[in-house]
């Protein structure tokens, strides 16, 4: 790779992502759905999509079934990285890392809002499917398969019907967001307009405390009074009443692929017991009263602690 630097493995295309010595560009690397990516990525930018411009792509001339493309950095310091930057000493986020992130969701609210998809109950059953890996989920959980669990999903899916679907992310979060753009396309597919965006913030509970700041309600409720300003501008309605939807998918996606193959890895299972307990308790919210608090899910530390004074 000459002069690039390995920044690291990508979690889906079995590639590689470098940096360019001079920081400028960055270049990911992958099987044939690298070539995918790639080109959704310029279509994505033609529909004013706030994604890198890309400057190369093509097979890598190295090995047979290896593809890359190269893409304009938009600077060296995601929200991700502000947010633990500028935490205060009991892990608060600053105000400013709020505002970025509405800034930036406000943007890829109004591209997505632009350019509609067709919608309807069948397309937001297979979202479901898709960006809950429901078939994972069941089958690691098979005790989760149950006619409550469908009920709720069926819920959501009929809630969610009159939403137009947008080409979406699908992975929207703090670490892949800039105050420039949106990084990391490589999971994107069809999503009810609002989910990338509305629980950005949520979904910082569900890593159980381990990224090292946290998001206050008072922090959430303005960065959702933000979004509702930009969806009555770009889509003429408010979306923050479907969060409770987009969330019991969360549930799901964070439960995805996390039950461990080795038993006597108790870290592993304690996280995926973890996993287990942010489900039940959004299921339970979303049941008794169609909405999920995410600031009531207890940290890792604190469910594992609840769990080694849990008579056996």
Request: aromatic share 10%; glycine share 10%.
């Amino acid at each position: 790779m000459g002069d690039w630097e390995f920044i690291k493995h990508r979690t889906a295309a079995d590639g590689e992502v470098w940096r360019s010595a001079g920081g400028l560009f960055y270049k990911r690397t992958g099987d044939q759905s690298v070539q995918a990516e790639a080109a959704f990525q310029r279509r994505a930018a033609g529909l004013g999509y706030p994604v890198p411009q890309i400057v190369d792509d093509g097979a890598d001339g190295v090995e047979a079934g290896r593809y890359f493309f190269t893409e304009r950095s938009l600077g060296e310091t995601s929200l991700h990285d502000a947010a633990l930057a500028g935490a205060d000493a009991h892990g608060q986020v600053a105000e400013a890392v709020i505002d970025a992130a509405a800034a930036i969701s406000g943007r890829l609210l109004a591209a997505q809002a632009r350019t509609p998809l067709p919608g309807g109950p069948q397309q937001v059953r297979a979202w479901i499917r898709q960006a809950g890996f429901t078939d994972n989920v069941f089958a690691e959980n098979p005790d989760l398969d149950t006619p409550r669990t469908r009920a709720a999903l069926d819920r959501a899916a009929e809630r969610l019907s009159g939403v137009p679907m947008c080409h979406s992310h699908l992975d929207y979060g703090l670490p892949n967001a800039f105050p420039a753009g949106v990084i990391d396309w490589q999971h994107h597919g069809p999503a009810p307009l609002g989910y990338d965006v509305y629980p950005m913030l949520d979904i910082v509970a569900f890593k159980g405390g381990g990224k090292g700041y946290r998001i206050s309600p008072a922090q959430r409720a303005r960065y959702l009074l933000a979004l509702e300003e930009a969806a009555l501008e770009a889509y003429g309605r408010p979306l923050s009443g479907y969060l409770p939807d987009f969330l019991l998918v969360k549930c799901l996606f964070f439960l995805a692929l996390m039950r461990p193959a080795d038993p006597q890895r108790r870290d592993k299972h304690l996280k995926w017991h973890y996993r287990r307990a942010l489900f039940q308790m959004g299921l339970e919210h979303y049941e008794d009263c169609t909405t999920i608090d995410t600031a009531a899910f207890p940290t890792l530390a604190e469910f594992t602690a609840g769990a080694a004074t849990t008579p056996r």
